[in-house]
């Protein structure tokens, strides 16, 4: 028997009081599979349009980061002073042979200063050394060597005194020719002391130390911090600064310092900053709100004590201790392990009795001190640089 589907019109359902409209149509009958079939092609033509969207309007690739600039090697005044330091550093100390006379000496630093040339333009022949720029360099002779040598020398320069609280190792101290390269990368560093190693070794040049250090990232324009934490090298001069400068040269004092990293953060925060004299968030000194402010250091608090403490690095530190004289700081830091973790502080001036001053203060009554150790020491006149067609020594 043939079943008969009951209507659309009677399958709707009403109730007694609501009855329907007679003026409303009723609604037409929508085919099911023909729905279906629509919005398949709507979809399938959506689909179809957003692909050729995307194959005529591909997005834009980033632009990639111009290379870093070239620093030249040229010039009256060596790269390793007069450049922003760059994040990885190696230091390198030479002895020559103690016959070595002024020729010995030029002849070597002709062939380090030919690598170190080379290095600086990418022009080094090494596979391993693709687009090396930048990089910086120096050079500069012990004080033993410039007086067996009568070197026309400043003065001034002279091997630093005993200072208190030294614990210094003679194996990574001194020498007679101190070498030190800036690159972007460890790599580089690396790779360019075996250069100059290989460049050395004809000239009875041997190795006495070397010391490799780093920054951590930081944005240009910014002051980098030290494994304590706080900004390093803030209100330093300008390295165009005559006063830092004797024809041309200077002097380099260089002191690898051991930091007890682990002591000093166990100490409140507050306390830190007292022992530097200076915020951690900013580096703002006590009496200011910005890194760059002039630490007061004579304003006090209405106590009578001072805002910046009598034994904060910041105050002993200061220039207005030693007639407004100021060196050129710069540090790096370095990890030899677990419990050999500090600074390489090297600083540029004149006269190294500037660095004695500053020092000998500080050991006295730095708070900072109990967590410091100088292990190493050295000095070394950083020579003029060498002009276009010359070469490092060509005034020795």
């Not at 009568?150 to 007679?176: I, K, S, V």
């Amino acid at each position: 028997m043939k079943r008969v589907l009951p209507s659309v019109t009677a399958a709707v359902h009403t109730e007694r009081a609501n009855p329907p409209d007679a003026a409303v149509p009723a609604r037409p009958r929508i085919d099911r599979r023909a729905l279906l079939t629509a919005g398949a092609a709507l979809a399938a033509g959506a689909g179809a349009a957003t692909a050729t969207a995307l194959v005529r309007e591909p997005a834009a690739a980033p632009a990639a980061p111009p290379p870093p600039a070239a620093v030249p090697f040229h010039g009256a005044r060596q790269a390793g002073v007069t450049h922003r330091p760059l994040a990885a550093t190696r230091l390198l100390a030479l002895d020559l042979p103690a016959d070595a006379d002024r020729a010995a000496l030029r002849a070597l630093l002709a062939a380090v200063g030919e690598v170190l040339a080379r290095a600086a333009d990418g022009g080094l022949d090494d596979p391993r050394l693709p687009g090396t720029p930048p990089v910086t360099s120096l050079a500069a002779v012990g004080p033993a060597l410039a007086a067996r040598l009568r070197l026309p020398a400043p003065g001034t320069l002279a091997e630093l005194p005993a200072l208190p609280g030294d614990r210094l190792d003679p194996a990574r101290g001194g020498g007679d020719l101190l070498l030190q390269v800036g690159a972007e990368q460890p790599w580089t560093t690396g790779l360019l002391t075996e250069h100059l190693l290989a460049a050395a070794a004809p000239h009875g040049a041997a190795v006495r130390w070397h010391q490799s250090g780093f920054l951590p990232p930081t944005p240009d324009g910014r002051t980098p911090r030290n494994l304590f934490g706080f900004k390093d090298g803030t209100a330093n001069p300008d390295p165009a600064d005559p006063a830092l400068w004797h024809r041309d040269g200077t002097v380099l004092v260089y002191r690898r310092i051991r930091m007890d990293t682990a002591a000093f953060a166990a100490l409140p925060a507050d306390r830190r900053e007292l022992a530097t004299g200076r915020r951690a968030a900013t580096g703002a000194p006590l009496t200011g709100t910005a890194e760059h402010d002039d630490p007061d250091i004579y304003a006090k608090h209405p106590d009578g004590s001072y805002v910046i403490p009598a034994t904060a690095h910041v105050r002993l530190s200061s220039p207005r201790l030693d007639g407004g004289a100021r060196m050129l700081r710069r540090g790096w830091s370095y990890d030899d392990g677990p419990t050999d973790r500090g600074l390489l502080f090297c600083a540029f001036m004149p006269d190294p009795a500037l660095f004695t001053r500053v020092q000998t203060r500080l050991a006295q009554r730095d708070a900072l001190t109990p967590f410091l150790t100088h292990t190493a020491s050295a000095v070394g006149w950083v020579l003029p640089g060498a002009r276009e067609g010359g070469t490092l020594g060509d005034g020795l």
